[in-house]
């Protein structure tokens, strides 16, 4: 869909085990007619942990096999693989508890609208499968595919202008509704810092006053507060014990000093 206003939900069940929920979740393009967003799509659903989409008459038989498709799906190709194109939404729909669909237009008639986050908690509570029907990049839903959910979703966007690609609508609802799962932990891939202890804290500041009083920057017989500053600057800045040394380097430069 060109607009990412438009796809459809089913409910799934409690945020605990991921792989379950992978399991219980459907992702649905309908009518898609961009190889290059099919691929997208696919990319956007496995970095949120889902697996399952299903392609309802798209506009080439062959999309999930397309150079662009696979291009674009860049790490996700067993996803593509997996995929299944299929002729109608009740077919794609088999197994699925409850959809929920947005469109970009309002409806006359139809199921309430909520923002995703104001409904995929309380849906993530309930157990059941779900599946996220997406309207294709021309056209979005149709009002008789609107009017089979049970509720509407709506991406929240600026007021002047809320059309989004389909594969960036993908990636949105898949990831507020695995935050919605319980989300993921952030794995981090830096080493936690060397913090210099307060002994070595001590030991810069104690060279820098030596320094300091070499230089004739600081008055041994009226001091002030110089020293205490300075050490209440140090232990803010949390120095690590390689920018404890950088400090006595300097230090030993400006004083000259050896060793």
């Not at 609107?146 to 898949?174: D, E, F, K, M, W």
Request: proline share 7%; net charge positive; charged share 20%.
């Amino acid at each position: 869909m060109g607009d990412a206003r438009q796809f459809y939900l089913c409910r799934l069940m409690p945020p605990t085990e991921h792989a379950i929920s992978a399991e219980r979740t459907r992702f649905v393009l309908m009518h898609a007619s961009h190889a290059g967003n099919v691929g997208a799509a696919a990319r956007a659903i496995k970095v949120m942990g889902f697996r399952d989409l299903v392609l309802v008459a798209p506009r080439c038989s062959d999309v999930l096999t397309q150079p662009q498709a696979l291009a674009m799906a860049s790490g996700a190709a067993d996803v593509l693989a997996a995929a299944r194109v299929v002729p109608s939404l009740s077919d794609a729909l088999q197994g699925m508890q409850f959809v929920c669909a947005t469109a970009m237009t309002p409806r006359d008639f139809g199921p309430p609208v909520f923002a995703p986050r104001d409904r995929l908690p309380s849906l993530a509570a309930e157990g059941v499968t779900v599946a996220f029907v997406f309207g294709g990049e021309r056209f979005g839903l149709s009002n008789d595919d609107v009017y089979r959910s049970h509720a509407c979703l709506s991406i929240p966007t600026a007021p002047g202008y809320g059309s989004l690609n389909l594969a960036q609508a993908v990636q949105l609802l898949a990831y507020e509704w695995r935050q919605s799962l319980g989300g993921f932990d952030v794995i981090a891939r830096t080493p936690q810092p060397d913090v210099a202890d307060a002994a070595e804290v001590q030991a810069a500041l104690a060279h820098w006053q030596r320094v300091l009083q070499q230089i004739g920057f600081l008055d041994p017989s009226a001091p002030k507060r110089l020293m205490p500053r300075l050490n209440q600057l140090l232990n803010r800045a949390q120095l690590r014990r390689e920018e404890v040394h950088i400090l006595r380097g300097i230090a030993r430069a400006a004083g000259r000093e050896e060793g």
